[in-house]
């Protein structure tokens, strides 16, 4: 009787384990060229894609609401959104920031 449960419940941890393993593997590719910049997000290969004009592209750094909390990256295009490495440390964040400040402006 404990048996089948018992199957179910490793089968259900090992599912647990194979998509929080999959997600360590998450990344964001960002590319500048002259005038556009494209960042494309995926765990393999790219399923999704934000490009902007370098003109139009504003940094936006948002303040964490706690002192436990990293900063928002964002990056605010002519008609889009994106917020940069989430998954990333403070740390992290702040070396980003500094390398993203020289091509895009900060608002």
Not at 47 to 75: C, D, N, Q, Y
Not at 81 to 99: D, M, P, Y
Request: hydrophobic content about 45%.
């Amino acid at each position: 009787m404990i048996l089948p449960f018992a199957g179910i419940e490793i089968m259900v941890l090992l599912i647990v384990m194979y998509r929080v393993a999959r997600q360590c593997y998450r990344k964001q590719v960002i590319r500048i060229s002259a005038d556009k910049i494209r960042v494309e997000q995926g765990v393999t290969q790219p399923h999704s894609v934000w490009e902007s004009e370098l003109f139009w592209t504003r940094m936006i750094v948002k303040k964490p609401g706690h002192a436990w909390h990293a900063p928002k990256v964002i990056l605010r295009g002519r008609h889009e959104v994106i917020e940069i490495g989430a998954f990333l440390t403070e740390q992290e964040k702040n070396e980003l920031i500094k390398k993203l400040r020289p091509f895009v402006s900060t608002t």
